[in-house]
């Protein structure tokens, strides 16, 4: 069954209404002041697994673990014609210095592959308005932090809710499970890139 749900990349429509945590002061605090290329990290004592909604109408990135939010950054998504897609999905490729191979060799630091046809989540100029090719672009320092505390299979929800309208974060999947199905996916997409080369 999870093979069936990688092949198609998005595992959920979109976010449910809810309520969530707020972790440490310092979070509440900063959440409404966040400007274009800033975030806010405070993560101590919180050791849920983890979890990440990108809001395309707040055009920031919230970080949870467990229920609770720890880290919120502003974000940089899809300009009209070039949308990010919006559904969960897990992380499938880590890389901390990956090129685009469909932009020229465009550097993608910190790199987190959401889908094969090319979304991800990596550092990149962000002017706090969609303005990627379908990327989410995110501040250098909290792309590398980011980088740090996921793992393949971590999820990561991309909505059109905003946060002033609640939304509950996607539960963290079962890490066995979901490492298993993400190499086999990994696996199965590497097999068909070398058939259409070896053609």
Same mark, same amino acid.
């Given at each position: 069954?999870?093979? $069936? /749900? =990688?092949?198609?990349?998005?595992?959920? *429509?979109?976010?449910?209404?809810?309520?969530? *945590?707020?972790?440490?002061?310092?979070? *509440?605090?900063? =959440?409404?002041?966040?400007?274009?290329?800033?975030?806010? @990290?405070?993560?101590?004592?919180?050791?849920?697994?983890?979890?990440?909604?990108?809001?395309?109408?707040?055009?920031?990135?919230?970080?949870?673990?467990?229920?609770?939010?720890? #880290?919120?950054?502003?974000?940089?998504?899809?300009?009209?014609?070039?949308?990010?897609?919006?559904?969960?999905?897990?992380?499938?490729?880590?890389?901390?210095?990956?090129?685009?191979?469909?932009?020229? %060799?465009?550097?993608?630091? +910190? !790199?987190?592959?959401?889908? @094969?046809?090319?979304?991800?989540?990596? #550092?990149?100029?962000?002017?706090? +308005?969609?303005?990627?090719?379908?990327?989410?672009?995110?501040?250098?320092? +909290?792309?590398?932090?980011?980088?740090?505390?996921?793992? /393949?299979?971590?999820?990561? !929800?991309?909505?059109? #809710?905003?946060? %002033?309208?609640?939304?509950?974060?996607?539960?963290?999947?079962?890490? #066995?499970?979901?490492?298993? $199905?993400? *190499?086999?996916?990994?696996?199965?997409?590497?097999?068909?890139?070398?058939?259409?080369?070896?053609?």
């Amino acid at each position: 069954m999870l093979m $069936a /749900l =990688l092949a198609t990349p998005a595992l959920a *429509a979109d976010a449910m209404p809810g309520t969530v *945590a707020i972790g440490g002061g310092v979070i *509440a605090t900063k =959440l409404a002041t966040l400007r274009a290329n800033t975030f806010v @990290w405070d993560d101590q004592g919180v050791t849920q697994p983890v979890s990440i909604v990108i809001s395309i109408p707040d055009q920031k990135a919230y970080v949870y673990r467990g229920e609770t939010m720890v #880290a919120a950054s502003s974000v940089s998504t899809g300009k009209d014609g070039k949308d990010t897609p919006v559904g969960t999905f897990p992380i499938l490729q880590k890389e901390e210095m990956h090129h685009s191979n469909l932009y020229d %060799s465009a550097p993608m630091p +910190f !790199m987190q592959r959401l889908t @094969w046809d090319g979304v991800a989540i990596h #550092a990149g100029r962000n002017p706090g +308005f969609p303005a990627s090719h379908g990327c989410v672009r995110v501040p250098r320092a +909290f792309a590398e932090k980011l980088f740090t505390v996921t793992t /393949l299979g971590t999820p990561v !929800m991309v909505t059109q #809710a905003s946060a %002033s309208e609640g939304f509950v974060p996607p539960r963290p999947y079962d890490a #066995a499970k979901m490492a298993a $199905a993400t *190499a086999d996916a990994n696996a199965a997409q590497f097999d068909a890139v070398m058939n259409t080369m070896n053609r």
